[in-house]
């Protein structure tokens, strides 16, 4: 409670000498040479911060950027809700112990966890990079190529599906209950691909698989109740530690690695290497080695993609289609030679197309076809990206700094 007021034409600050030993705080007030301290209990500023905490539903929540993300929103006291289709898979990711501010839920029960939230974020669908999948593995093992058509599907219907679910349950409730915020996840593989072109939120989409999964699954999400601000973010190539394409391409660029000292007989056990990795899949990389080293490659460190979608939830400035990815693009030579710096590994030998497509699937068309996507929309609003430059990003991915 406020223990004075004054005209609304007065100026407030925050600041007064901790001398006089007000044991509440305490704001000014001042015109024309008039300064007037007014104490506000405590439990003001207790109550404007528990209304500023939000209750967020997440699906994708165990995945490389969920992950993140849900400990970003429980370090500033918020409540998270863990939409999983499966408890012990989510459980073993948030166990109790470490993770007493979210709760799990299963999709028979996501009905009443979003309508219990301000705030949605939906990042869920099976990832694009499947070459690992048991799936996969099993297709090409037994020259199942048949296979492989129904697992590009699954992609795009795990997308659209889940969408599509999220945003029923949205618009099928009640005003009082519907979450007023949705943050959906989309991909810059919406822009296709080009040598040339610079994408810009505006940009038309592209023609290819990814293109049209992308189309796809926003179109479920602009479907979303028209009280209900939606911002999608269509995200880049996630650099992190613990998942998203670099932890598969780091592996297979120490197979290539040359370095000061390396030969011809270097490079050729490293081949040997790398076939015999790849042996249940049959594929050879001495059937392909052009290099890709002068397409475009946009990324974005793990950190800043989780910042823009936690801003996302809390600015209501932020709607519409915002690109995630840094304003600086760089070629895949240049991230290579960084790369390869940051692990002490100055000099590469080229990483053969066929190998990043081995690893990477599907969503080696992202780094492999290339694409110069901008954050037009994201520095528009303001947003600071901590890792602007991708040297900096790869430093601090492997070094830790």
């Not at 690695?257 to 007989?265: F, Q, T, Y």
């Given at each position: 409670?406020?223990?004075?007021?004054?005209?609304a034409?007065?100026?407030?600050?925050?600041?007064i000498?901790?001398?006089?030993?007000f044991?509440?705080?305490?704001?000014?007030?001042e015109?024309?040479?008039?300064?007037?301290?007014?104490?506000?209990?405590?439990s003001a500023?207790?109550?404007?911060?528990?209304?500023?905490?939000?209750?967020?539903s997440?699906?994708?929540?165990?995945?490389?950027?969920?992950r993140?993300?849900?400990?970003?929103?429980?370090?500033?006291?918020?409540?998270?809700?863990?939409?999983?289709?499966?408890?012990?898979?989510a459980?073993?990711?948030?166990?109790?112990?470490?993770?007493?501010?979210?709760?799990?839920?299963?999709?028979p029960?996501?009905?009443?966890?979003?309508?219990?939230?301000?705030?949605?974020?939906?990042?869920?669908?099976?990832?694009?990079s499947?070459?690992?999948?048991?799936?996969?593995?099993?297709?090409?093992?037994?020259?199942?190529l048949?296979?492989i058509?129904?697992?590009?599907?699954?992609?795009?219907?795990s997308?659209v599906?889940?969408?599509?679910?999220?945003?029923?349950?949205?618009?099928?409730?009640?005003?009082?209950?519907?979450?007023?915020?949705?943050?959906?996840?989309s991909?810059?593989?919406?822009?296709?691909?080009?040598?040339t072109?610079?994408f810009?939120?505006?940009?038309?989409?592209?023609?290819?698989?990814?293109a049209?999964?992308?189309?796809?699954?926003?179109?479920?999400?602009?479907?979303?109740?028209?009280d209900?601000?939606l911002?999608?973010i269509?995200?880049?190539?996630?650099?992190g530690?613990?998942?998203?394409?670099?932890?598969?391409?780091?592996?297979?660029?120490?197979l290539?690695?040359?370095?000061?000292?390396?030969s011809?007989?270097q490079?050729?056990?490293?081949?040997?290497?790398?076939?015999?990795?790849?042996?249940?899949?049959?594929?050879?990389?001495?059937?392909a080695?052009r290099?890709?080293s002068?397409?475009?490659?946009?990324?974005i460190?793990?950190d800043?993609i989780v910042?823009?979608?936690y801003e996302a939830?809390?600015?209501?400035?932020?709607?519409?289609?915002?690109?995630g990815?840094?304003?600086?693009?760089?070629?895949?030579?240049?991230?290579?030679?960084?790369?390869?710096?940051?692990?002490?590994?100055?000099?590469?030998?080229?990483?053969p197309?066929?190998?990043?497509?081995?690893v990477?699937?599907?969503?080696a068309s992202?780094v492999?076809?290339?694409?110069?996507?901008?954050?037009?929309?994201?520095?528009?609003?303001?947003?600071?990206?901590?890792?602007?430059?991708?040297?900096?990003?790869?430093?601090?991915?492997l070094?830790?700094?």
């Amino acid at each position: 409670m406020e223990l004075c007021r004054t005209a609304a034409a007065f100026s407030w600050g925050h600041s007064i000498s901790p001398s006089l030993g007000f044991s509440q705080r305490l704001s000014t007030c001042e015109r024309k040479g008039l300064r007037v301290y007014c104490a506000v209990n405590g439990s003001a500023s207790g109550l404007s911060q528990k209304e500023n905490q939000m209750i967020v539903s997440v699906t994708g929540a165990t995945g490389f950027i969920g992950r993140r993300l849900v400990q970003r929103l429980l370090a500033d006291n918020h409540s998270v809700h863990v939409l999983t289709r499966s408890r012990s898979k989510a459980r073993l990711t948030f166990p109790a112990k470490d993770f007493q501010g979210i709760i799990i839920a299963e999709e028979p029960e996501w009905k009443d966890s979003i309508q219990g939230s301000n705030a949605v974020v939906n990042l869920a669908g099976m990832p694009i990079s499947t070459r690992w999948s048991p799936e996969y593995q099993d297709a090409l093992r037994l020259r199942m190529l048949s296979l492989i058509p129904r697992i590009k599907k699954e992609i795009k219907q795990s997308r659209v599906r889940i969408t599509s679910k999220v945003v029923d349950i949205i618009n099928n409730s009640q005003d009082e209950v519907r979450p007023k915020v949705l943050v959906s996840a989309s991909a810059i593989g919406y822009y296709g691909a080009s040598e040339t072109l610079v994408f810009r939120e505006q940009s038309p989409s592209g023609n290819d698989y990814l293109a049209e999964v992308c189309r796809e699954w926003e179109d479920k999400a602009f479907k979303v109740h028209k009280d209900v601000r939606l911002a999608l973010i269509r995200i880049g190539v996630v650099l992190g530690k613990d998942g998203g394409a670099l932890a598969k391409m780091i592996p297979l660029f120490n197979l290539f690695a040359g370095g000061p000292l390396g030969s011809g007989k270097q490079f050729e056990i490293s081949f040997q290497k790398a076939n015999k990795i790849l042996q249940n899949q049959e594929i050879h990389f001495q059937d392909a080695n052009r290099t890709p080293s002068n397409v475009m490659f946009s990324w974005i460190h793990l950190d800043d993609i989780v910042e823009l979608i936690y801003e996302a939830l809390s600015d209501p400035s932020y709607k519409g289609v915002i690109n995630g990815t840094s304003p600086n693009p760089v070629r895949l030579a240049e991230m290579c030679n960084h790369l390869g710096n940051a692990m002490g590994r100055p000099s590469w030998l080229p990483v053969p197309e066929l190998a990043l497509k081995a690893v990477l699937g599907e969503g080696a068309s992202v780094v492999l076809d290339g694409q110069r996507v901008l954050p037009a929309r994201a520095l528009e609003l303001g947003f600071t990206f901590k890792y602007p430059y991708v040297k900096d990003a790869l430093r601090a991915i492997l070094l830790g700094n």
